[in-house]
Nanobody, 123 residues
């Protein structure tokens, strides 16, 4: 599986951005795709996940109510709609995927990583 992410940029506080991540290759029924972010000096943080089975999602508390992760089934693509952006959302955002076909022991466990895309929120 390979991932291609896009959509970062510069936005003012309160604004919106949408990130996209497309996956090529086989994904099994218990696959998932999500987004991590890492700001300078900070640890990597799991932001949101969309699970293939059903329509379940995961959001970090810091983005609940502001970010929405969605999936285009036909394109094996997930989108992260980020609204009401804050300066503290500034980070490099990384797309990640679980191929599925096995058990996963942690919410943070992923198999494949895409390149990062920079999101900068100015105050």
């Amino acid at each position: 599986v390979q991932l291609q992410a896009s959509g970062g940029g510069l936005v003012q506080a309160g604004g919106s951005l949408r990130l996209s991540c497309g996956a090529s290759g086989r994904l099994y029924s218990n696959a998932a795709m999500g987004w991590f972010r890492q700001a300078p000096g900070n640890e990597r943080e799991l932001v949101a996940v969309r699970y293939w089975g059903g329509s379940s999602t995961y959001y970090a508390d810091s983005v609940k109510g502001r970010f929405t992760i969605s999936r285009d089934n036909a394109k094996n693509t997930v989108y992260l709609q980020m609204n009401s952006l804050k300066p503290e959302d500034t980070a490099v955002y990384y797309c990640a995927a679980r191929r599925g076909g096995r058990r996963y022991s942690s919410v943070n466990e992923f198999d494949v990583w895409g390149q990062g895309t920079l999101v900068t929120v100015s105050s």
